[in-house]
């Protein structure tokens, strides 16, 4: 079963398995957030956003409804 990535908790690798919006899908397959691509959760911010996340090698922030429509599997 699929979780959003704003549900995961610090510390937790996950794989990225689908997008839910097709509109941000262009600009998080840029930015390395690509279907099977592991993502770790390095920190949250005080009321969930931003989220700074591990991909590919380097750290990204993603705003929190972009976390919202990118599906994980743990």
């Given at each position: 079963?699929y979780?959003k990535?704003?549900?995961?908790?610090?510390?937790?690798?996950?794989?990225?398995?689908?997008?839910?919006?097709?509109?941000?899908f262009?600009?998080?397959?840029?930015?390395?957030?690509?279907?099977g691509?592991?993502?770790?959760?390095?920190?949250?911010?005080?009321?969930?956003?931003?989220?700074?996340?591990?991909?590919?090698?380097?750290?990204?922030?993603l705003?929190?409804d972009?976390?919202?429509?990118?599906?994980?599997e743990?």
């Amino acid at each position: 079963m699929y979780k959003k990535l704003s549900e995961i908790k610090i510390g937790k690798e996950v794989i990225i398995r689908a997008f839910e919006n097709e509109e941000i899908f262009l600009k998080l397959m840029e930015m390395g957030c690509v279907p099977g691509e592991k993502i770790t959760i390095n920190k949250i911010a005080p009321f969930k956003d931003p989220i700074s996340v591990s991909i590919a090698g380097y750290s990204l922030s993603l705003r929190l409804d972009e976390a919202e429509h990118i599906l994980v599997e743990e």
